[in-house]
């Protein structure tokens, strides 16, 4: 980065539906395991039934005791983005007390729709119509309310939940800010913390991703964005990049990673997971009307990315895409990488790393990076889950749809969001 220093990853924390912890999750990764799996949802189309949902994490551990009655507060996102954040400090190693809290950043990116439409009501709602939606006794309703309905539940739906109680539960009081939206905030929270340390603000910083996709009203919105599968093929139907894909399978988790100035790092002893090296935003002019996609949605982040690392394409170990698995998601990933990679006179393996976990929007985000990490530093190449082959256009494109030995120390990881808006990171593995 071109910054007055040089930042490094030295923790990461990671909550998905295939396991707790950075450690279990690369181990899932490496064995081909996904964490989706099929739900019973009475009523439902059968789409509905299945994404990744994360077991074994319903109250978070770890709570400051000045903090245990606001636990009630936090939504489903929340819980599992402080499980992540401690599992990253812990990793760390670091004594926080020998940094000064104005000196500790911290940068969240929600994308939490657990609250989205009112389902929370509907026991209320059922007592006061008793089954005639036509009529509802009032008198009933404002007793069921009180009884039946979670009175924080307003607490719950706002985008920024986690981010004071975990500011608070860390004393992380240097520059900060909440991001909320769909990718690329992750990765755009992430670059926020990289800068701050690069540029001197502070001199440790902590990007966060944490949502949840998968309750009924989401899922249904999405679908009718036309960007979920039908799951046709079970749990074996998210298929990024591959011809037959046909949309993606919805997931919950959190990610995140605590970054820092290198000397000081090497200073108090720190195991440096990787370095970051460059950063680059964009945004493509959709073609069409509406919400379409542009042809080439990520080249020109991914190319100020590179410049800013200093890194040639064909030095690259791989890229990581975005990779949602829709139709013209991927292609304009796939049309933005050719273009990338002829410009560069070569191409590298590209991995797509969502149908392990399920797509879990800001998450997925910083899940990546995660996972690359832990991939280069094995000087492996992650294999795309479900692939077996790419359109005709893209047969030039190598993807495998498992491991394989890695041929550099740096990779590329990009997440574009709706209407275009591109975040590209380089990182460079861990050299000590």
Not at 320 to 326: D, I, L, R, W
Not at 362 to 369: G, L, N, P, R, Y
Request: with cysteine.
């Amino acid at each position: 980065m071109s910054t007055v220093r040089r930042v490094v990853v030295t923790g990461m924390g990671l909550v998905t539906s295939l396991a707790k912890g950075v450690e279990a999750n690369w181990k899932s990764v490496l064995a081909g395991k996904t964490g989706i799996e099929r739900y019973e949802r009475p009523g439902c189309p059968e789409y509905l039934n299945y994404f990744g949902k994360v077991r074994g994490c319903e109250r978070p551990e770890g709570i400051p005791s000045k903090l245990a009655g606001q636990v009630r507060f936090l939504n489903r996102g929340a819980v599992l983005g402080f499980e992540a954040a401690m599992e990253a400090v812990r990793n760390a190693n670091i004594d926080l007390s020998s940094v000064p809290v104005e000196r500790r950043s911290l940068f969240l990116a929600s994308g939490d729709l657990t609250r989205t439409g009112c389902e929370f009501m509907h026991p209320a709602l059922k007592d006061a119509t008793k089954n005639n939606p036509k009529e509802v006794d009032r008198v009933v309703l404002n007793k069921s309310l009180m009884n039946k309905v979670n009175p924080f539940f307003l607490l719950e739906s706002i985008s920024n939940n986690l981010f004071s109680f975990l500011s608070a539960a860390l004393d992380f009081m240097g520059p900060n800010t909440s991001l909320a939206s769909l990718s690329p905030c992750g990765a755009q929270a992430f670059e926020l913390a990289c800068r701050r340390v690069g540029e001197g603000q502070s001199d440790i910083a902590m990007a966060v991703g944490c949502g949840c996709w998968i309750t009924e009203i989401p899922m249904y919105e999405m679908e009718g964005l036309g960007i979920l599968s039908k799951c046709k093929q079970g749990v074996s139907s998210f298929r990024p990049l591959d011809k037959s894909r046909d949309g993606f399978i919805p997931g919950e988790g959190a990610a995140a990673i605590m970054v820092e100035d290198r000397d000081r790092a090497i200073g108090r002893g720190a195991v440096i997971l990787a370095e970051i090296k460059g950063n680059g935003n964009s945004i493509e002019p959709p073609d069409g009307k509406g919400l379409s996609v542009p042809a080439q949605i990520s080249k020109n982040s991914m190319r100020a990315a590179l410049d800013e690392a200093g890194v040639d394409v064909r030095d690259l170990a791989f890229l990581c895409p975005h990779a949602s698995g829709t139709r013209k998601g991927d292609r304009a990933e796939l049309n933005s990488i050719q273009s990338l990679f002829e410009s560069a006179g070569g191409g590298v393996p590209v991995c797509a790393l969502k149908a392990y976990t399920g797509h879990m929007g800001a998450a997925s985000d910083i899940c990546e990076v995660i996972l690359g990490i832990e991939a280069i530093n094995e000087g492996l190449v992650p294999g795309t889950l479900n692939f077996s082959s790419a359109e005709s256009d893209f047969e030039s494109v190598e993807i495998s749809p498992t491991s394989a030995k890695a041929r550099g120390r740096s990779f590329l990881s990009v997440s574009y969001g709706i209407i275009g808006q591109c975040s590209s990171i380089v990182v460079e593995g861990r050299t000590n």
